[in-house]
Protein backbone atom coordinates (compact mmCIF):
# COMPACT_ATOMS: atom_id res chain seq x y z
CA UNK A 1 0.00 0.00 0.00
CA UNK A 2 1.40 3.07 -1.16
CA UNK A 3 0.84 4.40 -4.32
CA UNK A 4 -0.44 7.89 -4.73
CA UNK A 5 -1.77 9.93 -7.67
CA UNK A 6 -1.27 13.46 -7.40
CA UNK A 7 -2.43 15.98 -9.54
CA UNK A 8 -0.57 19.05 -9.30
CA UNK A 9 -0.19 21.98 -12.37
CA UNK A 10 2.77 23.71 -10.72
CA UNK A 11 5.78 21.34 -11.50
CA UNK A 12 8.10 22.21 -8.66
CA UNK A 13 4.99 21.44 -6.04
CA UNK A 14 4.83 18.29 -7.87
CA UNK A 15 8.45 17.46 -7.66
CA UNK A 16 7.93 18.56 -3.87
CA UNK A 17 5.38 15.98 -3.08
CA UNK A 18 7.03 13.42 -5.30
CA UNK A 19 10.20 13.51 -3.44
CA UNK A 20 8.70 13.84 0.16
CA UNK A 21 6.86 10.59 -0.86
CA UNK A 22 9.35 8.53 -2.11
CA UNK A 23 11.56 9.67 1.00
CA UNK A 24 8.87 7.89 2.62
CA UNK A 25 8.56 4.98 0.57
CA UNK A 26 5.48 5.77 -0.76
CA UNK A 27 5.21 5.63 -4.78
CA UNK A 28 3.77 8.78 -6.06
CA UNK A 29 2.97 9.58 -10.01
CA UNK A 30 1.92 13.49 -10.98
CA UNK A 31 0.16 14.59 -13.72
CA UNK A 32 -0.45 17.94 -14.31
CA UNK A 33 -4.10 17.83 -15.89
CA UNK A 34 -8.13 17.30 -15.03
CA UNK A 35 -7.97 15.66 -18.28
CA UNK A 36 -4.91 13.17 -17.46
CA UNK A 37 -6.20 12.69 -13.93
CA UNK A 38 -9.33 11.37 -15.48
CA UNK A 39 -8.02 8.86 -17.93
CA UNK A 40 -5.79 7.52 -15.01
CA UNK A 41 -9.03 7.18 -12.56
CA UNK A 42 -11.27 5.78 -15.37
CA UNK A 43 -8.70 2.24 -15.50
CA UNK A 44 -8.63 -0.09 -12.69
CA UNK A 45 -8.12 1.31 -9.30
CA UNK A 46 -4.37 1.48 -9.17
CA UNK A 47 -3.73 4.19 -6.67
CA UNK A 48 -4.45 3.55 -2.82
CA UNK A 49 -4.70 8.03 -2.05
CA UNK A 50 -4.86 11.08 -4.18
CA UNK A 51 -3.73 14.61 -3.46
CA UNK A 52 -4.66 17.29 -5.87
CA UNK A 53 -4.61 20.83 -6.20
CA UNK A 54 -8.15 22.46 -5.93
CA UNK A 55 -7.26 24.96 -8.65
CA UNK A 56 -5.84 23.59 -11.91
CA UNK A 57 -5.83 26.54 -14.38
CA UNK A 58 -8.32 25.79 -17.12
CA UNK A 59 -10.47 22.51 -17.24
CA UNK A 60 -12.28 20.91 -14.00
CA UNK A 61 -11.26 22.04 -10.20
CA UNK A 62 -9.61 19.11 -7.67
CA UNK A 63 -12.89 18.86 -6.05
CA UNK A 64 -14.64 17.56 -9.25
CA UNK A 65 -11.99 14.98 -9.70
CA UNK A 66 -11.94 13.96 -6.17
CA UNK A 67 -15.98 13.32 -6.48
CA UNK A 68 -15.00 11.61 -10.05
CA UNK A 69 -12.71 9.01 -8.15
CA UNK A 70 -14.59 8.31 -5.28
CA UNK A 71 -17.34 7.19 -7.96
CA UNK A 72 -15.15 4.50 -8.56
CA UNK A 73 -13.79 4.04 -5.52
CA UNK A 74 -15.56 5.00 -2.23
CA UNK A 75 -13.14 4.53 0.11
CA UNK A 76 -9.94 6.68 -1.65
CA UNK A 77 -8.31 8.94 0.64
CA UNK A 78 -8.15 12.43 -0.68
CA UNK A 79 -5.95 15.06 0.33
CA UNK A 80 -6.50 18.70 -0.97
CA UNK A 81 -4.20 21.16 -0.95
CA UNK A 82 -4.69 24.98 -2.30
CA UNK A 83 -2.80 28.36 -1.26
CA UNK A 84 -6.10 29.83 -3.38
CA UNK A 85 -8.91 28.01 -1.67
CA UNK A 86 -10.10 28.27 1.92
CA UNK A 87 -11.25 26.20 4.48
CA UNK A 88 -14.50 27.42 4.39
CA UNK A 89 -14.92 26.02 0.44
CA UNK A 90 -13.38 22.74 1.20
CA UNK A 91 -15.58 22.28 3.74
CA UNK A 92 -18.65 23.05 1.53
CA UNK A 93 -17.48 21.16 -2.17
CA UNK A 94 -14.50 18.38 -0.14
CA UNK A 95 -15.70 14.75 -0.38
CA UNK A 96 -16.05 13.25 3.04
CA UNK A 97 -13.33 12.03 5.06
CA UNK A 98 -10.95 14.29 2.83
CA UNK A 99 -8.34 16.73 3.82
CA UNK A 100 -7.46 19.97 3.66
CA UNK A 101 -3.52 21.31 3.56
CA UNK A 102 -2.88 25.08 2.87
CA UNK A 103 -0.30 25.89 0.72
CA UNK A 104 2.84 26.76 1.35
CA UNK A 105 3.19 23.60 3.28
CA UNK A 106 5.58 21.88 5.04
CA UNK A 107 6.91 18.25 3.72
CA UNK A 108 6.43 16.52 6.58
CA UNK A 109 2.87 18.47 7.07
CA UNK A 110 1.76 16.58 3.79
CA UNK A 111 3.60 13.39 5.01
CA UNK A 112 1.22 13.20 7.96
CA UNK A 113 -1.94 13.47 6.47
CA UNK A 114 -1.18 11.50 3.87
CA UNK A 115 -0.03 8.81 6.30
CA UNK A 116 -3.50 9.53 8.83
CA UNK A 117 -5.67 9.11 5.68
CA UNK A 118 -4.18 5.92 4.53
CA UNK A 119 -4.00 4.49 7.92
CA UNK A 120 -7.65 5.38 8.45
CA UNK A 121 -10.41 3.12 8.33
CA UNK A 122 -12.97 3.03 4.73
Known amino acids: MGRV ?9 CDLI ?6 AAL ?9 DAYALLAEPP ?9 NLGRGTTGYDIARFARQGEPGL ?21 SLFVAK ?7 LAAVRSRL ?3 E
Not at 104 to 110: A, Q
Open 5 to 13: LVVEDDQAI
Open 18 to 23: TETLAA
Open 27 to 35: EARCVATDR
Open 46 to 54: EFDALILDI
Open 77 to 97: PVIYVSGEASQASFAVFGVPG
Open 104 to 110: PFKPDEL
Open 119 to 121: AAP
